[in-house]
């Protein structure tokens, strides 16, 4: 367990320092990107308001205030990296001089009405009255523009990220092409009896982004059964104080299968796209958790290469 956190440790740095080797988005990459972006400008608020219970105007305003700086910021970086991938530099100022000068002729104050939020029993809602759209459409004009398929001299080619001790290499078409042609629903056969079985514990395999839909069908499956199954006990049995005890700890116990099955698939599709499980306890964290979200269904499948 110790070595696992030690690897896993290692791991992480390497990620951390890759992050200064590589500045170059490709298309696919950065449409996740522009898409994370986006459903984070969105929801953010909703979920930290909810999340910390907050109910200060003052507080609520901070926090739609930080959203929308938060957004800005992720949307120069990654407008960056798909400039650099297409490797014309001046492209990028050209865009961000047209977005300032947008905001120069359409002002509006921010420490107003950033945030308006509706309460009720069941549920809150948040309304970012600060409207963007047009940063997202301008930026999406990148993803017209095809990048260099070669080493530029911003990075590395198309789907090669260089790291400390080598390059890895990301071949979306391959992976995806390997996925289609060997789909099969037989393999969620093999997934629920594997969950079933000590195999739960075991974190060694990799999952790639196409094979979350196997896992995902297995997850249901396996979900219906329990039920079906709580049913026909309950049915079968008398109803006493200790039947009742008895199928509270089921449930309990079904849950705790629920989050080491979700953990399990997590750290496998971190690990298949060359990420660390650590990036797991980001997804706690606000902002944080969108680019692990981008890590766990937007990053592809890698291969270590030596050389290029």
């Known amino acids: 367990m110790i070595q696992l956190l030690i690897n896993e440790w290692a791991l992480f740095q390497s990620n951390i320092c890759s992050l200064k080797y590589n500045w170059r988005l490709d298309r696919l990459s950065y449409f996740f990107s522009l898409f994370i972006v986006f459903i984070m400008f969105i929801i953010m608020p909703n979920m ?93 004009i990148l993803l017209l523009l095809s990048g260099t398929n070669t080493r530029n001299k911003y990075g590395e080619a198309d789907g090669v990220i260089k790291t400390t001790w080598g390059y890895i290499h990301y071949p979306f078409l391959e992976n995806w092409n390997r996925f289609k042609e060997g789909f099969s629903f037989y393999k969620v056969i093999s997934i629920i009896k594997e969950s079933g079985s000590l195999q739960l514990f075991n974190v060694s395999k990799r999952v790639s982004r196409g094979e979350i839909l196997y896992y995902y069908i297995a997850y249901q499956l396996i979900i219906i059964l329990f039920i079906l199954l709580v049913m026909m006990i309950s049915k079968i049995l008398p109803k006493t104080e200790f039947i009742s005890v008895l199928l509270v700890y089921v449930f309990d116990i ?38 692990v979200v981008y890590l766990l269904f937007g990053k592809g499948s890698w291969q270590f290469v030596k050389n290029l």
């Open 48 to 140: 930290i308001i909810g999340k910390f219970n907050i109910y200060s105007d003052k507080y609520i305003q901070l926090v739609g205030i930080i959203d929308y700086i938060v957004v800005i910021l992720a949307l120069a970086i990654i407008s960056l990296q798909r400039i650099m991938d297409i490797g014309r530099l001046w492209l990028y100022l050209v865009l961000w001089i047209g977005i300032i000068l947008y905001f120069l002729y359409n002002p509006f104050d921010i420490s107003e009405n950033v945030i308006t939020v509706t309460r009720n029993v069941d549920s809150i809602e948040t309304i970012l009255n600060i409207n963007i759209g047009f940063i997202f459409g301008i930026l999406s």
């Open 254 to 291: 079904a849950y705790i299968w629920v989050v080491i099955y979700i953990v399990r698939l997590g750290i496998m599709r971190l690990h298949d796209s060359g990420s660390s499980a650590l990036w797991l306890l980001g997804l706690l964290i606000p902002f944080i958790n969108m680019y």
